[in-house]
């Protein structure tokens, strides 16, 4: 199994990269993660994270793309609000990789 | 890791290696296989050997006595099943099964013929199970089962989606799939699965779905589609969950529930009950169709189904609608009776809006939604226009379990035929009761196996190619979750330009409602034909 190096821990990642415990994440873990992908975090990827984060925290899972399309306008205004914006921000997918930096687990069943 | 090119996979080679068969070794090549079983999906559920693992580690950390339990669980599963001895005994090898598989098609890979494939286990019950075998090993296809044997069956089971198309042109009726499900409970006990089946079965048992939603997240999702329909239509659908006494239990798949463009078959479905005045129930513990148990074990399979039925007993209703679920309904039609007889606590189906009675639900009670309404459009029940499809040119993938399966050809069409103008079949060798599986059912449809998929899928392609330069089909219609989560890629793959939909999804578009405000998208938010200049109002 191979492991993320953060503050001196090693961190149990999946064969994606995913943390294997949403809960051990931090948020000097997503700028590492960004970091091996060749991606510097700025504010607006942290928004993103954020939302990501705190709607696992109530839903235990990762938000359909059309509900982060959505709630991402409504809070953040229109021009944020669309997937054209998303895939900018997150080239490797909202999905996917803005999951992963937000520490939340892949997606199963048939999705 | 990138995917090969469309013109670098097409260069399919299908001259089989020089060496014997049992000789030669699989190659597990990254994106032809998916992730071990984590050790957690399988403590959850009480399966053997739950460790961490993986595929590529020469050490698949097993049970010292690991023979011996495969071998032991081989002899009770071939004393138990009569059909699975005789499908281990019959086969003459004849070959009229090699070259149906979309594996072997797209692939090239001999051992995915699925005569070779059944020969991997075959060899193993010929050596323990049978006595010319035991005495005379390799010359009578018997060989002993070593840890290279075992690697090589376990790729292989998971190389093959159950989907049955084989079976149809075997002359002896073997049913292939069966010694897949067999091979793979007998892997199974030795904590030998693949995680994209392990992680939705833990899901499953703990939350009563393969995605693990939580009532409050279905109730969360379900929000967004009444506000999204209200746009859409101008009505607010009030579907409600866990009614005690409503008449009729809805169950759908979780991926319909949460995942595009599966969530607009939903949408769909809640705009025809809305219409229809329906007394029914959606639950959010029996919130999954189908059953990932299915692909592990016969037991895991049993219980993982039984919830439906405790939540139908639980809530009092009269009978079950399933939704466009595919391996759903090869469990309800070929396997429920016989693991749990008939139910007597349900009701025969009788459809409230045509007096229709379901006689084919007469045992399990339980309805598929095309057969429901296949029934109100053919009484009149329903007020459709089908030109609010126009933009689409449509045509039907069957899903093999629910036409292999249970034999469910024309109430799909019917429906399609009403609701859309343009539909074209592609090529009669590859719809119906032999059509080609979308390349990742059966629990393969992981990312990491992408080019084991995407060759699966390629017989499938194939034909909506055809019918897309021909007829300039536009629209893959589809009545399960997996064809639904699966097919688009595929699609962008190989056929850009095809997008897939499920048949509600369509009903939804075409159903004019007592009250609607004039329709100006579908329900994908799309501008309807002819209504591209409208303003959304």
Redesign the interface.
Known sequence: MPFLEFEGQQLEVDEDGYLVDWESWKEGIAPIMAAQDGVELGSEHWEIIKFLREYFIKFQIAPMIKILVKEIGKAFGPEKGNTKYLYELFPGGPAKQACRYAGLPKPTGCV | MANPKPEELIRINHVPPKQAWMDTRPDFRPGMFC?AS?AKSLEYVGMPNPR?W?VKDEDWHLPENWQEIFIEGLRERVDKYRSFRLFLDICVRCGACADKCHFYIGGGDPKNMPVLRAELLRSVYRKYCTTSGRIMGKIAGARELTIDVLKEIWYYAYQCTECRRCSLFCPYGIDTAEITILARELLNLLGLNI??IA??VA?CYRTG??????P??IK??FD?FIDDLETITGIKVSPTFNRKGAEILVVI????M???P??FTTMGELLLFHELGLDYTWSTFASEG?D?GFFTTNEMAKRLHSKIYAEAKRLKVKWILGGECGHMWRVWHQYHNTWFGPVDYLEEPVSPITGTRFENAKSNKTVHITEFTADLIKNGKLNLDPKRNDNLIVTYHDSCNTSRGMGLLEEPRFIINNVCNNFYEMPENTIREQTFCCGSGSGL?A??NMEQRLRGGLPRANAVRHVHKKYGVNMLACIC??D??VLPPLMDYWVPGVAVTGVHEMVGNALIMKGERKRTTNLRGEPLPGMEGEEDV
């Open positions: 992730y984590k961490q993986s995680d994209w992680g939705p899901n779905n393969h995605l693990g939603l939580q409050h997240t969360d999702s967004m798949p979780s991926g319909s949460f995942a595009d599966g969530t189908g990932f449809n990312s990491e979750a997996i639904r989560a």
